[in-house]
Structures are given as C-alpha cells and as structure tokens.
C-alpha cells in the first residue's frame, strides 16, 4: 500500500503527534505499530501492556493521542478511563478491540470516546478510521447513536461491563469489591442488574451469551 501521510489542520506539524499504543498481544501492537508508521507516517510511539503501566504512563509523559484495547492484562481499561480524563483531559482516545463496537462503543462515548476501531476490520477501514482520529476529524459513528436493543449487554453502564468482566472470569463478589474498590453489597447490586438486564439466570447462561455476543474476558 502506498504510503498515506496525515493531513496537516492548522499548521500542526507530524512531530506533535505522538501516540500512545496501549494493548497486551505484542503481534497486534507491533502490526499495528508497523501500519502507522508505514500508513500514516506516524514515528514516535510508545507501546504499553497494562492498566498500571498506562497510568504511570500518561502521569509521567504528554501523548496527543491514545490507542487503546478494552481488555488489558491486569484489568479492564474502563476502569481506569476517568482517571485518565483527569490527569490529560485533551489527549485523544481511540478504542481498539475485539470487544464489541456495539456493547462497549455507548460505554466509552460517556467519556467522550468517539473513534472506535474493531480489529477485524479491513486494512482500508483502519487505514480511514485512523486517519481521521490522528487528524482530530469526527467518525463517521454518530455519538448519539441508539443502542442495539437485541443485544442483551447493550444497556449495561461502564460500572457493570466492568464487573460483568471479572464475573465471566469467575470471580466471586468479594473478589471483584477487592479488584474495583467496591464494597460487596454494591458489587452485589451490580452483578443483579447485570444477570437483570441479560436476563440470564445463573452463571452458565451469563458465559453462553458472551460467547454467543463475542464479549471477550
């Protein structure tokens, strides 16, 4: 492919534009790494794996721009996207993942993510969707988008796809409070709208569907 070099708004110059690329497969990072160098003429990137790393990361450094996996290997990163917001409230989040566009694309709008990039996607979707991200334009996904209704985890907040990962993990509610600093009757409240809203019964429906729905945990 020919390489596509970003579009310049307002005088911004390529060396302001350093990522910060935040996923746990080192294939994916480093393919992906690849395609924005070769793609977007893209040179300084920094690669992470964690959920802790991501933070010290972005407490110690300046990123323009942030590209990131739900599911990291310490944790789910929505539990760490406010404290992102408040420690670089200008840096630009894109979601790149396996999990559901659908399901997770309402749970990150709330903090004002709005590209989101769904690794199976076609090299020409990519190539597109992470120009306009680098770019600063708005995607083509409308923020206010309805939900999918059919889809039994499209009504569940940040909070509960959040417990809901832990839970398909097999964590016990004493576990998950200890995990997200919660107190156990609230992770306990959680988990009743989770099983609430699926309408599952118990555990081993709860799994089925997140096999059926491809939530990855």
């Known amino acids: 492919m020919k390489p596509v070099l970003i579009e310049k708004e307002e ?21 992906l790494k690849f395609f924005l160098q070769v793609s977007l003429d893209c040179r300084n990137i920094t690669e992470i794996t964690s959920c802790s790393d991501l933070m010290l990361e972005v407490a110690k450094n300046t990123y323009s721009h942030l590209i990131l996996d739900i599911i990291l290997k310490d944790g789910n990163s929505l ?10 409230p200008d840096l630009k989040i894109m979601i790149f993942s396996m999990q ?7 749970a990150v709008r709330q903090y004002n993510i709005f590209h989101y990039i769904h ?8 190539l597109k969707k992470l120009s306009d991200f680098l770019n600063n334009d708005s995607q083509s996904n409308d ?12 009504l569940l907040a940040p909070r509960e796809l ?32 989770i ?3 699926t309408k599952a019964s118990n555990l081993k429906e709860l799994l089925e569907l997140a096999v059926l729905y491809n939530i990855n945990y």
Do not use: C, W
């Open 195 to 197: 099983f609430e809203k």
């Open 119 to 126: 690794k199976s996607e076609s090299e020409e979707q990519m």
């Open 162 to 193: 959040e417990v809901l990962h832990y839970i398909l993990r097999g964590f016990g509610t004493k576990a998950i409070g200890e995990t997200l600093n919660l107190q156990m009757s609230t992770v306990s409240t959680f988990k009743n709208r």
């Open 100 to 106: 559901p566009a659908e399901i997770y694309g309402p």
């Open 143 to 154: 923020p206010n988008k309805s939900v999918n209704l059919a889809n039994p985890f499209a």
């Open 79 to 88: 539990e760490i996207i406010p404290s992102i917001r408040k420690l670089a």
């Open 11 to 31: 005088g911004l110059q390529q060396e302001t534009v350093k990522i910060l690329l935040a996923d746990d497969h080192s294939m994916i990072r480093r393919g």
